[in-house]
């Protein structure tokens, strides 16, 4: 991917002082749109950027920051792969203005001595299965949500228990930032896209792609995992949940398969059929 679309790459800021006041600066020309990320940027990445575009704001900034506290697997962590310079060129040809990529001690100056709990959906589903990881999540947004100061902030539907616990702290606190829920993007098997893809064989790639079929095949939350099973995948979970917010509900999931975690979702209609697939 080149950077030619806007002709330079974005503005990178590492430090939290300079980067509030730097975004405190472009709210004057208008919308300030914002993205969190950890990085490793793929196309479901840009066009939560591409939505912030669209929806008229003057600038949209990102931010990349591989956040410990939110690895439960330090392994994991490790892992996770840390590529700025190809995730700048990517957000430049998407027209983002800055990135904000702090350091582990910018962001925890308290080395993580306060820290957001939430302490009911948090200890469900992916947070049964990962303690402390929605702590470290909500942690890190609401440190992120304070220093940008942005109208609207985007986040993936396809971390859909992670949207609404965000939306809903912003709530609790009055965080003026807008949430907004932007729809998974998916690759041709139906994966959804996700950093963690890269670390699957090619071959797996491909099979991965029953993880999304038994989710939409599956007549229920029991059926689909079955079906998960019956695909070669250990389950973490499966549930049908209702998101009284939005008046909407969604079959929620998470496996196992080549020891890589993902997760994904589904929109249900009122009688449990699939509706966005
Ligand atoms: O979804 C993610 O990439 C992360 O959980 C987030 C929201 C950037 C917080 O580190």
């Keep these: 991917m080149s950077d030619t679309v806007s002709g330079h790459l974005p503005r990178v800021i590492h430090d939290p002082a300079e980067w509030r006041a730097f975004c405190r600066s472009l709210r004057a020309y208008g919308g300030l749109g914002f993205v969190p990320t950890m990085g490793?940027?793929?196309?479901?990445?840009?066009?939560?950027?591409?939505?912030?575009?669209?929806?008229?704001?003057?600038?949209?900034?990102?931010?990349?920051?591989?956040?410990?506290?939110?690895?439960?697997?330090?392994?994991?962590?490790?892992?996770?792969?840390?590529?700025?310079?190809?995730?700048?060129?990517?957000l430049a040809s998407v027209g983002v203005t800055a990135v904000f990529a702090p350091a582990y001690d910018g962001i925890y100056p308290d080395s993580y001595r306060f820290r957001m709990s939430e302490v009911e959906l948090s200890r469900l589903?992916?947070?049964?299965?990962?303690?402390?990881h929605f702590d470290g999540v909500l942690t890190v947004v609401l440190k992120l949500l304070?220093?940008?100061?942005?109208?609207?902030?985007?986040?993936?539907?396809?971390?859909?228990?992670?949207?609404?616990?965000?939306?809903?702290?912003?709530?609790?606190?009055?965080?003026?930032?807008?949430?907004?829920?932007?729809?998974?993007?998916?690759?041709?098997?139906g994966l959804a896209m996700s950093s963690r893809n890269e670390r699957l064989s090619l071959t797996d790639r491909v099979a991965a792609g029953a993880f999304h079929r038994a989710l939409v095949d599956g007549t229920s939350a029991?059926?689909?995992r079955q079906r998960l099973l019956a695909a070669g995948f250990e389950v973490d979970y499966v549930a049908d949940i209702a998101d009284a917010a939005r008046g909407i509900r969604r079959r929620i999931a998470a496996i196992r398969f080549s020891g890589i975690r993902l997760i994904d979702n589904i929109g249900l209609t009122a009688t449990g059929e699939a509706t966005d697939v």
């Design 40 to 90: 490793a940027l793929h196309a479901g990445h840009l066009s939560l950027c591409r939505q912030a575009i669209v929806a008229g704001n003057a600038n949209v900034v990102v931010s990349i920051f591989v956040n410990p506290t939110q690895f439960n697997d330090q392994a994991d962590l490790a892992a996770y792969p840390r590529v700025l310079e190809a995730d700048l060129h990517k």
């Design 125 to 132: 589903y992916c947070g049964a299965h990962r303690p402390g």
């Design 146 to 189: 304070q220093l940008t100061g942005a109208d609207a902030a985007y986040f993936g539907e396809k971390d859909y228990q992670q949207y609404m616990l965000v939306r809903d702290m912003a709530a609790a606190f009055f965080v003026p930032t807008a949430i907004v829920p932007c729809p998974i993007v998916r690759e041709a098997n």
């Design 222 to 224: 029991d059926q689909a």
